[in-house]
């Protein structure tokens, strides 16, 4: 086991029900206005972190806030957890912009996002 395509977290992604006022809520918290402010998405970047709102995210099956780990290699970061016991949630998915994402979630259940920029 080699964690030598782990570059930690930093994108965390929370499911919002009313993104106008949860924007302003994490523009308050965070010191900085969003660098990505649309309908269907809204992120902030602070600290060398990305911080992002997703609408609707509860009915997209988001149950909380998931933290992605940044990885070089995600479809073998996807192997290696799921062969140690995680069951996939999402797939490896093109989000855009070259940016690879997936979910597992651990044996309590608890999401856990992949993310690769190419």
């Known amino acids: 086991m080699s964690d030598s395509s782990l570059q930690g977290i930093k994108t965390v992604l929370h499911p919002v029900s009313d993104v106008a006022k949860a924007k302003a809520v994490y523009a308050?918290?965070?010191?900085?206005?969003?660098?990505?402010?649309?309908s269907y998405y809204v992120g902030f970047e602070v600290a060398g972190q990305h911080v992002g709102l997703v609408p609707g995210g509860?009915?997209?099956?988001?149950?909380g806030p998931v933290?992605?780990?940044?990885?070089?290699?995600?479809?073998?970061?996807?192997?290696?957890?799921?062969?140690?016991?995680?069951?996939?949630?999402d797939a490896v998915r093109d989000v855009g912009g070259g940016r690879l994402?997936?979910?597992?979630?651990?044996?309590?259940?608890?999401v856990l996002g992949l993310l690769q920029d190419r």
């Open 28 to 38: 308050a918290l965070l010191g900085v206005q969003p660098q990505v402010d649309d």
């Open 58 to 63: 509860g009915s997209q099956g988001m149950s």
């Open 67 to 89: 933290a992605y780990w940044h990885v070089s290699d995600i479809e073998a970061k996807l192997a290696e957890v799921t062969a140690a016991g995680a069951t996939v949630k």
């Open 101 to 110: 994402v997936a979910t597992v979630t651990d044996l309590d259940g608890n």
